[in-house]
């Protein structure tokens, strides 16, 4: 959602973008208990997902015009690798719940400011990405299809498009604007990476600052955009509207 350089940093990218959004998971809702009977009954009630054949349900409302069906979390699970599509875990259908409200919210808040419809080379590579976490393209598409997902699905090309949307909104809200000084960086270089790693290596050479900033700069980077987003996403769950549909 090039060289090989740039495919692993776009692949950290996704990485780091889906760990923030699933963290959320961890700050659930005050109506948890209410979510997981929800999916627990959705799982129990409704057959297993077939090829073609998904039982949709309305799951949630998110701000009076969003809606999560059931179908939208099965497809969040189907892009994750190892992950049961018969009978899905209450956890996992909370997980997926989780990430597509996380979703919503930040694709209503990207709408706020002009932003770059997302190009098919940006869809295609995130595609190209999604695939290459499973053990072949013939199995990523088995599993979507299991879903009602086929290969040339409409459906599958919008969650693409989607997440690239979102992606790039998070860049330019916060990447783009996240400065760090050189005094982070030896702060950080003597804080946390030394002693991090010396515990991973005791007795090794400890690599020199200057041979180790770019990369220390990245990471705190990172660390600093992680930490705006889980604060962006608090913020927009307080203030959201979201209701539980029983």
């Given at each position: 959602m090039k060289d090989e350089l740039k495919d692993a940093k776009r692949q950290t990218s996704i990485v780091g973008r889906e760990r923030?959004?699933?963290?959320?998971?961890?700050?659930?809702?005050?109506?948890?208990s209410v979510v997981?009977?929800?999916?627990?009954?959705?799982?129990?009630?409704?057959?297993?997902?077939?090829?073609?054949?998904?039982?949709?349900?309305?799951?949630?409302?998110?701000n009076g015009r969003e809606l999560v069906t059931y179908s939208d979390l099965l497809w969040q699970l189907?892009?994750?690798?190892?992950?049961?599509?018969?009978?899905?875990?209450p956890e996992d259908l909370n997980r997926a719940l989780q990430?597509?409200?996380?979703?919503?919210?930040?694709?209503?808040?990207?709408?706020?400011?002009?932003?770059?419809?997302?190009?098919?080379?940006?869809?295609?590579?995130?595609?190209?990405?999604?695939?290459?976490?499973?053990?072949?393209?013939?199995?990523f598409y088995q599993r979507l299809a299991r879903v009602g997902l086929g290969e040339d699905s409409r459906q599958l090309l919008e969650i693409i498009r989607q997440?690239?949307?979102i992606d790039n909104y998070l860049e330019f809200r916060f990447r783009s604007f996240t400065v760090v000084t050189p005094q982070e960086v030896a702060e950080y270089y003597r804080d946390v990476y030394v002693p991090r790693r010396k515990r991973q290596s005791p007795g090794g050479v400890t690599p020199t600052l200057e041979s180790v900033f770019a990369a220390l700069e990245?990471?705190?980077?990172?660390?600093?955009?992680?930490?705006?987003?889980?604060?962006f996403l608090d913020e927009a769950r307080l203030a959201a509207e979201i209701t539980i549909l029983e």
């Open positions: 923030r959004l699933l963290s959320s998971a961890k700050r659930a809702l005050s109506a948890l997981l009977c929800l999916v627990l009954a959705f799982s129990c009630a409704a057959p297993r997902a077939r090829a073609q054949e998904v039982v949709d349900k309305m799951v949630a409302i998110v189907a892009l994750q690798p190892g992950v049961p599509l018969d009978d899905p875990r990430l597509v409200i996380d979703q919503r919210l930040i694709s209503q808040e990207a709408e706020k400011l002009p932003t770059i419809a997302p190009t098919d080379a940006e869809i295609e590579e995130e595609l190209k990405s999604l695939m290459s976490r499973f053990a072949s393209r013939d199995e997440r690239v949307a990245r990471e705190i980077i990172e660390n600093k955009v992680e930490s705006e987003t889980d604060e």
